[in-house]
Every structure is written in structure tokens, then in C-alpha cells.
């Protein structure tokens, strides 16, 4: 340990944090006893309460489960990464990602209320965007990170919309308030809406079919990352989303069916991947989406023996036991890498001699995984094949967990045997055991499946059935053990682990006819997702140059048409055109501002200098004042007088520093024509408009609100200045907000121009001379 | 343009422009005026030292960088809308009042000395960077 201050700039009481998910884990221990008795502990406090969004936080059964998977995963995550990324330049800004994704993921399953769910939910999209790009030097992972973030977002999104749909349905944000009164929202005629978008977001978190295809790249990450966020706490999001809300969404076909089909796909698809891979990481991997499409699939799966759901309690229990195994065997696996160089399959054989302890923690977990007895593992297979029996589709539903499971035990196998046992193969480094932080979490994990095997009773009444009741709203009456008899789901036990056993004896041929199979498959996730990314990249870029051509007169041409298009639409499709049945009263002053700004406009148009089209626009700007002058409006009359001698002195002084028209691209006839059609159609649209607008008989009560609260609430007679700074001073500081990071935006532009840098040449050139 | 008579004129006309805007910002709660309008009014003060000096005579008037002007009123205006909600802790931009010698003093008028800066800051950024390259 003495080294470790020398190699990293961390300072000693920041390595403290390591201790914090430990803390943590004993307080969720210390909550155990009541949980399990059935209270729930809450905690509360407002945020936005006018919307019914509360930070409000509660521990239950399922979220104690949670909790204590990832504090006390947590606990030997951050222990075996202080030892895992020793050295690295960045291992205080790893340790705080981690820190912060485990904090993330805490806040997501004990939040009490919807939202403040999805803010933590995307916190830990973040982190674990940010730590699969931990190595951002290199490509693949910049890229892996940004296709987990695009996907996992994506599906977020579309959750967040589910969210305020569900939370409007149900009249409430809190979960323990939909969880009270589960009325169930199965014929509200939102239902489809909500559970299509929320399972959307589930399903690409927790990497179901056909959004599995980010979780095996997510390993780019380093290893202690894939073992806790991609294998153990952060995927299983989904699942915990999908448990939390069975009790208000689920109970209906469309919920079963989809996530039985999408589980059931997911687990028998990828566990066949998972055999195909020569990564360790990527064979974990695979064999983690499986896991979670059992979970999903057990979920949806709803079946009822003696009064109790026993798919959810299968699908918790192999929660539980995979969370165990998997971040021991991926810890194993990140030790291997360590000592011996390689993660390739190929390459690794015969450790079992250099690395003992490990061999033995990676045999205790594979044990698990395979579902030998007595092993946890087994226990909860056990619960999968009685659940799956139970059901109305008990062939499929049996013949796909049967499929997924053998292939998982040649996969637990491939893992455990191939790198430990066989002769010693040339590694890239000479192999040893590492530091007692990389074994000791693997072996300890490892020896928790095995006790959990031996005496399931304890583990079912604390964690297991409390988890269950949250779901199902009962206490189910299950007794767990290890020997239930000589019945179906043993011989379909024993039939898994032979069948599994033969399997890897005979994986050549049938691994290679597997690689064949899957790489003659049309489309891959991957390819796919690359599909569409350089489909938004072409469209965005085909948008871009039609709207940001670079031509002046191109914008000003979209923005007119669209006005006067979305001007005009709006009047024809409400029928709004309307003529004043008498002309109005026209004064000969009136007449005569009119026939100025005509004239002036008409100077402007054949103009053939600029200078003097910018002064003959200025006249009509200056008679536009006088008309707004004339109808009593002298605050706006003052600032288009201030406004438009401004805008000569810049124009004119622009204009200075331009050539002049000669030489200038000028429009076609037919462009002239177009221009002037836009123009027309604007010109007329906006006088229509006004027209309608005169005849309508104007609404007083704002006016008359804010003529009588002038003076007493603002104590100003000059109405206008007392609504735009007071009434609506927000509007206002909105305002001067675009117009202070418009001139600085406008002073980047002008400053950029190249005659800047002749000038400073020049300037220079003359200070020499000088 | 640069002529004896307009330089001297200048010397004048900028004084008394600049004047007239902050009569014109004080005086337009109850009048025609404001901030916006006075902040335009100073802006062609500035403007009017164009034709006859250089865009450094402007900056040593100024004697801030045009784009802080504007930030600082920017801040001033974000300012007098937290007054409130420190005071007494109601919403962002709820104006306070005191009454100093009968006349009423309140936050609206440091908001409206804030969009006077800006305007002035975002004009003369964009002249001063038009005038300089």
C-alpha cells in the first residue's frame, strides 16, 4: 500500500471514498429487519411542489434490494478499482465517476416519485457515458460511449413522455401513492401511450432486443466499470423500472406478451452470442443481456400458483443470483487481463497454477452461474423452470429458458475452464496473482452464492420476499429450499446441466456452425445503429445547406416566404380575410405619410447606389415614427427615430468598406420575380392582418388592468415603460439578454474579417518604420 | 465631414446628448423615455465622435471595453430582479419600493439603468468592431 501514494496525485483523505459504499451498505443493512417486517421508510422534501414534484425518497423491499446489490457491490467495486487503475494519471477522476454513477444509481431506485426517477435515471446514463469513454483516447470506446448514451437517452426521452402521461393518469408523481392504490390504469385510455414509451425506456436500459446491441460494446469501459454499471446495478435499471410499475401498468396482455416476447428473444439470442465470443468480456457480456431478458420475460411472465405471482419471485430471485456471480466472475476477468496481458480466450490457458485464489472465486461463481447444487445458482434456476411450468404458455416458455440456461452453462464453463485449467499458453505478460483487492471481492461474492445456496430460508425472508411484496402487493407464502423433491423442474435441471456439460465438450463444430449462422444475419444492432447516425449526419448536413447557405439575400428569402406563407395559411385556413365594410377616415396628413413611405420604399427598390437606397429605407423608417407618432404611441415613435438613425450611421459606415454594386451578383429576371412575389405576398398577408385585426372589437381588460395598476403597483404614469420594467420585466431582461450576446456574436463576425490582420500588418510595419 | 466647426460642435452636442439621455431614462416612468430609449439616445452621442475623432477617443470616454458595458448592465438588470427575492424571498423580479423625501425609489429604475448599459453596450460593441477592422 506504502506505493500507492507514490504513484498518484490522490490525496489520502480523498482515498476514504472508497469506504463510503461500505458505510453505506451496513446503514441498508441496518434497515433490513423492518423492511422485511413491511414498513417502508420515507423521506421528503419539496422541490416543486405547485406541480406535485417532491425530492421524495423511500426504502421498500425492492428498493432495499437494490440498495444493498449496489452498495455492496459498490464496496468491492471501488476496493478492487483502487488496485485495478493504480497508476493511472486519472484514477481520482475515475474514482469520482464511480462514486457519483453509484450515488446516481441509489437515488434512481429509491426515488418516490416519478420525475425526480428520471432525473436520476439520466444521471446515470451520464456517468456511465462518461466511464465507458473513460479511455478517450482511444476511438472504440469514444464511440461505444456515445452509442450507449444515444441509445440509453434516447429510450429516456421517450420514458420522461411516458412519465408525465402516467404521472396525468393517475393524478399523482409519487410511486408510493400509485403503489397504494393500484386501481390499475389498464383501461385508461392512455394506457397503450404510456406503456409503449415506458417500456422504451426500459428496454434500451436494460439492453432487450432489439436494443441489446450497446451493452457488449459498452465494455470498452475498464473492467471494475463493466462489472459493477454494465453487469451487476446500472442495466438492471430497466428491470427495476419495469418491477416497480408491474403493480399500475402491468396485468395486461400487452404487458405480458411484450416483455415475455422481448425477454424470451433477448435470453435465448444473446446467451448463443455469448458462446460465439473469444473476449471473456464480451462472453460475459452476452451472457449479461441474457440475464436481463430472463428477468424481463419472468416479469411479464404472469403466472399464479396458490395464490402467489410465481414469475415475479423467479425473476427476483435470478436477479439476485446473477448480480452475485457476474460482478465476481467480471472482477475475475479484469484480474486475468491484469496479470496475464489478454482477455482472449485463444490465448489464455492454464492459469489455475499462477493464479489460485482467483481460480477459486471464478470456480465458485461459474458454479453459480451453471446452477450447480448447492450453489444459489441452482436455487434459482429451480424457481425459473417451476415458474415457467406454471404458465399458460408452459412449452414455450419452459423450452426457452431450457435453451437459454444450457447455453449459459457451456458459457459459465468456456469462462471458468478455459483460462484456468488446460497446458500454460504464451501470454503477452508472465501471469501472477494480484494484489488481495482484486480477489478477495470475487471470492467473497463467490462464497455469498454458495451460502445463499445452503441456506436460501434467511435470504428469501429478508431480501427476496420483501422485494416480491413490493411488486405483487402480498407476502407470498414460499418456501425456499434447496431439495424440493425428485419433480419436473429437477429432471429439467439435470437435463440443463448435462445437456450444457455436452455442449462445451462438443463446441467446436457446433460454435462454428453458431459464428456462421450469426454473421450470415442481414442486420446487426451495430450496423443498424450506424445506419441511422449517418442517416441524421447526411440529413442534418442536406438541411443545413439548403438553410445556411451563406447568402444573405437566401435567408432573408426563407425567412419572408415562411412568413408570409405562415401569415397568409393561418388567415385562409381560419377565414379570417375580412374588408372593413366603410374605408376609415383618412386625414390629409395621413395621405401624405403614406404616399412617403411608398415613394421612399420605391427609391429603395430601383435604387443604384447603396447609399442611397440606405437613405431612402431611412425615410421610411422615419415616417413609420411619425405614423406611430401620430396615433399616440410616442415611447415607440422615439425608439424608431433612435433606432433607424443608428441603423444609417452602421449601414452607411458598412457600406464605406464595400465595393459597390458593380461586380455583385445580381438576380435573375426570374429571381426578381420570385423576390418580388415574396415580398408581395408578405406586403399584402401582413395588411389583410391588420385589417382583421382593426375590425375585430378589441379586448380592453389587459389594458384596462394595467392603466389601473400602473400607478399604484408600479408608481409610473408612463404605462408602456411600467410594463416593460416591471409588469413584464421578465420579458425584458430576456431581451436584453439576446441583444447583449447578439452584438457580442455580431463583434466575433466583423473582428473575424481577414482586412483585420492587413491592418495589423500594416500597423506593425509602421511601428518598425517608426 | 471632419471640420473645424463640427469638431468644436462636437465637444458640445456629446455633453448635452448624453445629458438628455439619462434625463430621458429618469424620466420615463411617468413620461415618454426609458431605458431602451435613453440608452439609443447615448449610443448616437457616442456615434456622433465617430465622424470627427477616432474609435479610441470613443473607448477613452467609455473607459470600459463596450462589451463589459453592456454585461455589466446586463448583471445590473439580473441584480435588481434578486433584490427582491433576498429581502424578503418573493419571486425573481418582484419589484421593492422606499419612498426617499416623497419620491418613489424602487428596483424597476436600477432595471431600467441595466437595459440603458446594454443598449449601450451592444450598439457600440457592434460600431467600435464595424469602425476598427
Not at chain 1, 6 to 32: G, I, N, Q
Not at chain 1, 118 to 128: A, G, M, R
Request: charged residues 10%; proline residues 5%.
Amino acid at each position: 500500500m506504502g506505493a500507492a501514494a507514490d504513484d498518484s496525485c490522490v490525496p489520502s483523505y480523498a482515498k476514504a471514498v472508497v469506504a463510503l459504499p461500505a458505510v453505506l451498505f451496513a446503514w441498508f443493512c441496518t434497515l433490513v429487519p423492518s423492511v422485511s417486517r413491511g414498513e417502508s421508510v420515507a423521506w421528503s422534501v419539496a422541490w416543486l411542489p405547485e406541480r406535485g414534484i417532491h425530492f421524495a425518497f423511500f426504502v421498500d423491499g425492492l428498493g432495499l434490494l437494490f440498495a444493498l446489490l449496489i452498495t455492496g457491490i459498490g464496496s468491492f467495486i471501488l476496493l478492487y478499482a483502487s488496485e485495478y487503475m493504480r497508476g493511472h494519471p486519472q484514477v481520482g477522476r475515475f474514482t469520482a465517476f464511480l462514486t457519483a454513477f453509484m450515488l446516481s444509481m441509489l437515488g434512481l431506485v429509491l426515488s418516490d416519485n416519478l420525475i425526480v426517477l428520471f432525473v436520476f435515471w439520466e444521471l446515470t446514463t451520464i456517468t456511465s457515458f462518461l466511464l465507458i469513454g473513460y479511455f478517450h483516447e482511444d476511438a472504440t470506446a469514444r464511440w461505444s460511449a456515445l452509442q450507449g448514451l444515444l441509445v440509453t437517452g434516447a429510450g429516456a426521452l421517450a420514458m420522461l413522455a411516458g412519465f408525465v402521461l402516467l404521472g396525468s393518469a393517475a393524478g399523482t408523481y409519487s410511486l408510493s401513492e400509485m403503489l397504494a392504490s393500484p386501481t390499475g390504469l389498464a383501461d385508461h385510455p392512455a394506457y397503450l401511450p404510456i406503456a409503449i414509451l415506458v417500456l422504451a425506456g426500459a428496454f434500451t436500459k436494460s439492453a432487450q432486443f432489439p436494443f441489446h446491441f450497446w451493452l457488449p460494446n459498452a465494455m470498452a469501459a475498464p473492467t471494475p466499470v463493466s462489472a459493477y454499471l454494465h453487469s451487476a446495478t446500472m442495466v438492471k435499471a430497466g428491470v427495476y423500472l419495469l418491477a416497480r410499475l408491474s403493480p399500475v401498468l402491468g396485468g395486461t396482455e400487452f404487458w405480458a406478451v411484450s416483455l415475455t416476447a422481448a425477454g424470451g428473444f433477448t435470453a435465448v439470442y444473446s446467451a448463443a452470442v455469448a458462446l460465439t465470443k473469444k473476449d471473456l468480456k464480451q462472453v460475459l457480456a452476452y451472457t449479461t443481456v441474457m440475464a436481463l431478458g430472463v428477468c424481463v420475460m419472468f416479469l411479464g411472465l404472469d403466472v399464479e400458483s396458490d395464490g402467489m405471482r410465481v414469475g415475479v419471485i423467479a425473476a427476483v430471485t435470478f436477479l439476485l443470483v446473477h448480480a452475485l456471480y457476474k460482478a465476481a466472475l467480471f472482477m475475475v476477468a479484469g484480474a486475468i487481463d491484469h496479470a496475464a496481458g489478454t482477455r482472449d480466450l485463444s490465448k489464455l490457458g492454464g492459469l489455475r497454477a499462477a493464479m489460485p485464489v482467483s481460480c477459486a472465486a471464478a470456480a465458485l461463481a461459474a458454479l453459480s452461474m451453471a446452477g450447480v447444487p448447492p450453489f444459489f445458482g441452482f436455487v434459482g434456476k429451480e424457481a425459473l423452470y417451476s415458474a415457467a411450468l406454471e404458465s399458460p404458455v408452459a412449452l414455450l416458455a419452459a423450452a426457452a429458458i431450457l435453451a437459454a440456461n444450457l447455453l449459459i452453462v457451456a458459457a459459465a464453463l468456456l469462462v471458468s475452464l478455459g483460462p484456468f485449467t488446460g497446458e500454460v499458453k504464451p501470454m503477452p505478460r508472465h501471469p501472477h496473482e494480484g494484489g488481495w483487492q482484486l480477489w478477495s471481492g470475487p471470492l467473497v461474492l463467490g462464497c455469498v452464492g454458495l451460502a445463499a445456496g445452503l441456506f436460501p430460508g434467511p435470504v428469501f425472508e429478508w431480501l427476496v420476499l420483501p422485494a416480491v411484496k413490493s411488486i405483487t402487493g402480498q407476502s407470498p407464502d414460499y418456501h425456499a429450499a434447496l431439495w424440493h423433491g425428485i419433480n419436473l423442474p429437477l429432471a429439467l435441471s439435470a437435463l440443463t446441466l448435462a445437456s450444457g456439460a455436452a455442449l462445451y465438450l462438443a463446441r467446436g463444430p457446433v460454435l462454428g456452425a453458431l459464428r456462421r449462422l450469426i454473421r450470415s444475419l442481414p442486420v446487426t444492432g451495430d450496423r443498424a445503429y450506424d445506419a441511422c447516425m449517418a442517416g441524421v449526419a447526411r440529413g442534418s448536413e442536406e438541411l443545413t445547406r439548403l438553410l445556411q447557405c451563406g447568402v444573405q439575400r437566401r435567408y432573408l428569402l426563407i425567412v419572408f416566404a415562411t412568413i408570409g406563407a405562415a401569415l397568409s395559411g393561418t388567415m385562409w385556413a381560419k377565414g379570417s380575410f375580412a374588408l372593413p365594410l366603410r374605408p376609415p377616415a383618412v386625414s390629409f396628413f395621413d395621405w401624405t405619410l403614406a404616399g412617403l413611405i411608398v415613394a421612399s420604399a420605391f427609391v429603395t427598390i430601383v435604387a443604384q447606389s447603396r447609399l442611397l437606397a440606405i437613405c431612402a429605407l431611412g425615410v421610411v423608417g422615419a415616417a413609420t415614427a411619425l405614423v406611430f407618432l401620430r396615433f399616440g404611441a410616442p415611447d415607440v415613435a422615439m425608439a424608431q427615430f433612435t433606432v433607424e438613425t443608428l441603423v444609417v450611421v452602421i449601414v452607411a459606415m458598412v457600406l464605406l468598406k464595400l465595393p459597390g454594386f458593380r461586380g455583385e451578383v445580381r438576380p435573375s429576371p426570374l429571381g426578381r420575380v420570385r423576390d418580388g412575389l415574396v415580398a408581395t405576398v408578405v406586403g399584402v398577408a401582413t395588411t389583410l392582418v391588420l385589417l382583421a385585426v382593426t375590425l375585430e372589437t378589441p379586448q380592453m381588460w389587459l389594458r384596462d388592468y394595467f392603466e389601473a395598476n400602473s400607478v399604484a403597483g408600479g408608481h409610473g404614469r408612463n404605462v408602456v415603460n411600467v410594463i416593460l420594467v416591471d409588469f413584464r420585466a421578465l420579458d425584458t431582461l430576456g431581451e436584453i439578454t439576446v441583444l447583449a450576446i447578439a452584438s457580442v456574436a455580431a463583434y466575433t463576425l466583423v473582428a473575424r474579417l481577414p482586412r483585420r490582420r492587413v491592418r495589423s500588418r500594416r500597423a506593425g510595419r509602421r511601428k518598425a518604420a517608426g | 465631414m471632419n471640420t473645424l466647426i463640427l469638431r468644436q460642435a462636437t465637444r458640445f452636442l456629446v455633453t448635452l446628448i448624453l445629458m438628455f439621455s439619462v434625463f430621458m431614462l429618469l424620466r420615463g416612468h411617468d413620461h415618454p423615455g426609458g431605458g431602451f430609449i435613453g440608452g439609443l439616445i447615448a449610443s448616437i452621442a457616442f456615434c456622433l465622435f465617430l465622424f470627427v475623432g477616432d474609435t479610441a477617443d470613443i473607448r477613452r470616454l467609455l473607459r470600459a471595453d463596450p462589451a463589459a458595458v453592456g454585461g455589466a448592465g446586463l448583471g445590473l438588470a439580473i441584480l435588481s430582479g434578486l433584490i427582491g427575492s433576498l429581502v424578503d424571498g418573493s419571486p425573481f423580479l418582484t419589484s421593492k419600493w422606499v419612498e426617499l423625501g416623497g419620491l418613489h425609489v424602487g428596483t424597476p429604475l436600477l432595471f431600467d439603468i441595466g437595459v440603458y448599459f446594454v443598449v449601450i453596450g451592444a450598439v457600440l460593441t457592434l460600431v467600435l468592431g464595424i469602425k476598427e477592422q
